[in-house]
């Protein structure tokens, strides 16, 4: 089955400081997609990347960069000298290729505040 | 071009009342999903259509959810004899194809409080 774990519920730290969001996931099979989502307090989703699984480059995209790792099942989120405009909640996502349509199974997200 | 829009933003409703939510997708765009987030809950995935037609609704938690979506663009999903449990937010993505490796575009969604 399917899943996606976001472990960490709530994170505070304190502007400047890096942060890393941790998803891991579970799936069984060989070709699917990883993505990471923005939630700022309006409420709409923000897209902010997608990797497919044959893709193990890590990438890095300004402050963000992301570490994908298969042998972990594990699609790390780190921000580099965090702002408050980050804080939001992000949401790790994992779709399956064979899967019918693109349901997206979301993890349950992780709280980020930025303290000033 | 405009992104996806939801309307109502924001719905108060007796229980057991019906309501209707609405989503307009992005132009173009022919997959249309419906996802619910509940208070400290991650997104929950209801429904989708590829074009007019729903091919999975195994996520619709009750026979009281429905959802249409008519010429290929507005979508509507209708709550039927609401219930306090369904308060929540209904967030409306939209896709260009009908493909996993697809972006989805995301609404601002409908906050929606069964009083």
Redesign the interface.
């Known amino acids: 089955a399917q899943k996606v774990t976001q472990a960490q519920t709530e994170i505070s730290v304190v502007e400047k400081e890096d942060v890393t969001l941790d998803c891991v996931y579970e799936t069984r099979d060989t070709?699917?997609?990883l993505?990471w989502?923005k939630q700022p307090p309006?409420?709409?989703?923000?897209?902010l990347i997608?990797r497919?699984s044959f893709d193990e480059q890590n990438e890095i995209s300004g402050r963000y960069s992301w570490n994908f790792q298969k042998s972990t099942s594990s699609f790390n989120f780190t921000i580099t000298a965090s702002q408050v405009v980050d804080s939001a909640v992000y949401?790790c996502a994992l779709?399956?290729?064979r899967?019918?349509?693109?349901?997206?199974?979301?993890?349950?997200?992780t709280r980020l505040h930025i303290l000033p | 071009g405009a992104g996806v829009s939801q309307s109502p933003s924001n719905k108060v409703t007796e229980k057991g009342k019906d309501v209707e939510l609405r989503c307009d997708p992005i132009s173009g765009h022919t997959a249309l999903y419906w996802y619910r987030q509940s208070l400290g809950q991650g997104l929950e995935f209801l429904i989708y259509f590829q074009g007019n037609s729903a091919p999975d609704k195994s996520g619709l938690p009750s026979d009281r959810f429905s959802a249409e979506r008519t010429g290929g663009s507005v979508s509507t999903l209708t709550i039927q004899r609401t219930q306090q449990e369904d308060s929540a937010v209904y967030l409306c993505a939209s896709s260009p194809q009908w493909e996993a490796k697809n972006i989805q575009y995301f609404g601002a969604g409908t906050r929606l409080s069964v009083l």
């Open positions: 070709t699917y997609y993505f989502y309006s409420g709409e989703l923000v897209f997608r497919n949401f779709s399956e290729a899967i019918r349509g693109d349901k997206i199974i979301f993890g349950k997200g």
